[in-house]
């Protein structure tokens, strides 16, 4: 998830134009993906990756990230969070509007890889609500915002990180993967 420094995920109105993507975050990103089988989204991030993602990697000037993303997305395994959507004919997509708790925990229990939350600031305050993430992975962007979209909103009880790893990027951002600690 990318983050500003003071901890905002998108401007006031969902803003995303300030966070700093290049080719090296890219390919990062990529081998960290490719280890995850399960992609969980939030409704309106789900719907913008839809009508991106399964036919970016066609495109005469697709880019490198295009196309294997592009792959990556049509192949995951996709779970979305949302109470007004239906799973008809959606190719390689689960819907979960009820008992999030125990459907989570479901997944989770089945033999794969990681499950990824990619963007999703709703979905992912919901999670947090639920003490159902495992680890948090932040690309810190040299920005202050000011204001926003949170991360963190309306946490009741402490959560306890312990830091895996760092990476500094050339274009300023910085990597921080954290696991819950105890996880």
Known sequence: ???SLDGFVAG???EMNWIKVDEEIFDHVGKRISEGDTALYGRVTYEMMENYWPT???EPDASKHDIEHSKWYNNVHKVVLSKTMEDANLTNTKIISDNLSDRIIEIKQQAGGDILLF???TATHSLIQLNLIDGYWLFV?????GQGIPLFVDIKNKIKLKLLTT????CGV??????VDGQ
Do not use: C, V
Request: no cysteine; hydrophobic share 30%; glycine share 12%.
């Open 1 to 3: 998830m990318h983050i």
């Open 12 to 14: 006031p109105n969902g």
């Open 56 to 58: 970016a990697g066609n």
């Open 119 to 121: 963007g999703s600031p």
């Open 141 to 145: 962007n040299p920005i202050i915002l």
């Open 167 to 170: 990476r500094q990027f050339t």
């Open 174 to 179: 910085t990597e921080l993967n954290y696991t």
